[in-house]
């Protein structure tokens, strides 16, 4: 129900605007080397932890830099998990360009 929610209000508030979706891209943190779908699993995990244990500032400081509509959105996530006692919350991510493979991974599997 409350992914749902999120959802609608993710797709509420995107209706009319162009969306723009990150390309794949890869970070290096030190030795290890992140794709954006490992970025995601990690600020989800982030985003959960506050959800479960922190404050509403928290979650909204989750929000990238100047963007004051992902800190609002946050902030009502926040609320309504809190709102309606949400006890045990999961969440993930949907990779949107499921099957696609980097050059080092086709070389590797031949493709």
Do not use: C, W
Not at 2 to 20: C, E, H, N, P, S
Not at 83 to 92: E, F, I, K, N, Y
């Amino acid at each position: 129900m409350l992914l749902a929610l999120v959802v609608g209000v993710v797709t509420y508030r995107a209706f009319g605007r162009q969306v723009i979706v990150p390309a794949a891209t890869e970070k290096s943190y030190g030795t290890e080397t992140l794709s954006r779908a490992d970025e995601a699993n990690r600020l989800l995990l982030r985003l959960k932890s506050v959800l479960d244990n922190g404050t509403r500032k928290q979650a909204m400081a989750l929000a990238a830099p100047g963007e004051p509509t992902a800190r609002h959105d946050l902030g009502m996530i926040y609320d309504n998990v809190h709102d309606l006692r949400v006890a045990d919350l999961s969440l993930r991510f949907i990779d949107d360009r499921p099957g696609e493979l980097s050059d080092a991974e086709r070389r590797t599997l031949g493709r």
